[in-house]
């Protein structure tokens, strides 16, 4: 009998003790990225909770807060089970683009960059491009295909994308394939935010 209580017990214990899963997405942009990645419902069997910081800030900062941030977690012994840094090439030079994405792979942050921005992740939702796209006219193309002006801080890009993410998934894999066949400086249009996106999923 003081046997099962011990059990009963025990299981009580660990069960309190549990650590809460969760998932540090650090993003380039204040408020288009993190709006979008905070849309995503909780995941209980994947993550208990998303921690998203937008630093409005360049690729290299973008990433050495992915790092910090990560590393406080640990020290306060609240870690997080995977920390990612999303950011674009945008008007970053070639050099500061390749440093930010070795130094989050040498301290083992994943990245889901986009070339030339984040928005190319919203058009593959409708279409596969394989064919650099002037930034402007990414803003043009996604108000004709959402029919409606396209916003860059809208807080339904969420709900007005979900039904078609598998569809921005399969575009964006078969994308990388494709480019990953050329030099990173050769690599646009490209985007990884899909490999983040399947992870929420």
């Known amino acids: 009998m003081a046997h099962e209580k011990r059990s009963v017990i025990l299981k009580r214990s660990s069960k309190r003790k549990r650590q809460l899963r969760k998932i540090l997405i650090v993003c380039e942009g204040k408020k288009t990225e993190p709006l979008y990645f905070k849309s995503f419902p909780e995941k209980p069997d994947v993550f208990d909770s998303l921690d998203v910081e937008g630093v409005g800030n ?79 006219d990414y803003y043009d193309k996604l108000s004709i295909l959402l029919k409606q ?7 339904n890009m969420y709900s007005l994308l979900k039904t078609r993410i598998d569809t921005a998934i399969k575009n964006a894999s078969k994308l990388h394939v494709r480019q990953m066949l050329f030099p990173l400086d050769e690599q646009n249009p490209i985007t990884l935010v899909y490999e983040l996106v399947q992870k929420l999923r």
């Open 58 to 136: 360049n690729t290299i900062f973008v990433v050495k807060k992915a790092i910090e941030l990560r590393d406080k977690a640990l020290k306060e012994g609240n870690p997080y089970i995977e920390t990612w840094a999303v950011f674009d090439k945008d008007d970053f030079s070639q050099k500061d683009f390749e440093f930010a994405i070795s130094t989050a792979v040498e301290n083992k942050i994943h990245v889901a960059y986009s070339i030339e921005c984040f928005e190319l992740w919203y058009l593959l939702h409708f279409n596969y491009y394989d064919t650099a796209i002037n930034r402007s």
């Open 149 to 155: 002006k396209y916003e860059k801080n809208n807080e």
